[in-house]
């Protein structure tokens, strides 16, 4: 489910990296001559999109449809409301993911399918990540993994954003994970309980509060799912680990919260 978003905004984030977008570039620039952008959501730029700020809903019905386009599904997107103006909020959006997705094709020439391959799955050694087969992979939700090859992803994070000696995103956007890009924005709708501890956010990534992780200096960063699923990164003690379950967000929270205080009480000696 969601613990699809951290994998899809590392693929976007290395076509920044090769400079074939700019975050702060409306969105309309790369797929204006391909769907109908309306005016009003003409300030709406991929940095917007990656942070939940751009307004789009939480979710179209098209994002449930595997015999629908990742165009078309861009398209019903666009023809939606805005819950608020862009950048004036952080509203939680599986819809601006969507269309996050359908840019980098655009840009790219390719399909999500083939830029997950090369710009993930192969350099990494995922072989079991996959966003399925259809024309209209769910972006937010829909990739599936094993455990041990999403560990792969995480550990990207961990080695600088390269793998072996290749890199797929760059430092300096490693760093921007670590880092809350919606601090001082009013809450429209977060998926995440109130005492969670997960209150920023940043570039698919949920930054954990301090006080939830005793016995570590963080920055931490997650990024739980629907079903329960919960990756993690410690940046001070220099690990990652994941529950992947299908169950329910309070299990997987809770998971995660038991699990890493055992993790960090071996670590720490303790």
């Known amino acids: 489910a969601s613990a699809s978003k951290a994998l ?8 920044v990296n090769n400079g074939l977008i700019v975050l702060d570039t409306p969105v309309s620039q790369y797929i204006g001559d391909q769907i109908n952008w309306p005016i009003i959501k003409g300030d709406i730029t991929m940095r917007m999109l ?16 595997d015999d629908t386009t990742l165009k078309d599904c861009a398209q ?10 862009p950048g004036n909020r952080f509203g939680y959006s599986g819809a601006g993911d969507q269309v996050a997705g359908y840019v980098a094709t655009v840009v790219s020439g390719k399909s999500w399918s083939t830029l997950v391959n090369e710009r993930l799955a192969g350099p990494l050694g995922m072989n079991s990540l996959t966003y399925g087969a ?22 990207l994070y961990l080695d600088g954003g390269k793998a072996g000696g290749t890199a797929i995103i760059t430092t300096a956007q490693v760093d ?5 890009q ?18 920023g956010y940043s570039f698919g990534w949920w930054i954990s509060d301090d006080a ?7 920055p931490e960063i997650s990024d739980p799912g629907l079903l329960g699923t919960t990756p993690w990164i410690d940046f001070d003690k220099g690990y990652t680990a994941i529950v992947l379950i ?9 998971m995660f919260n038991a699990a890493r205080t055992e993790i960090l009480k071996q670590i720490n000696g303790d």
């Open 8 to 15: 899809a905004a590392t693929i976007i984030l290395s076509l």
């Open 50 to 65: 990656l942070n939940h700020t751009s307004g789009l809903p939480f979710d179209s019905p098209c994002l449930s449809e």
């Open 76 to 85: 019903e997107i666009a023809n939606t409301g805005l819950n608020f103006i």
């Open 134 to 155: 259809s024309d209209n992979p769910r972006i937010a939700g829909g990739a599936w993994s094993t455990a041990e090859d999403y560990l792969k992803f995480t550990q």
């Open 176 to 180: 921007a994970a670590k880092h809350n």
């Open 182 to 199: 919606v601090a001082g924005l009013p809450v429209y709708y977060t998926p995440e309980p109130e005492d969670s501890g997960l209150n």
């Open 212 to 218: 939830i992780h005793p016995g570590s200096a963080g």
């Open 246 to 254: 299908d169950g329910t967000p309070a299990t997987g929270l809770a």
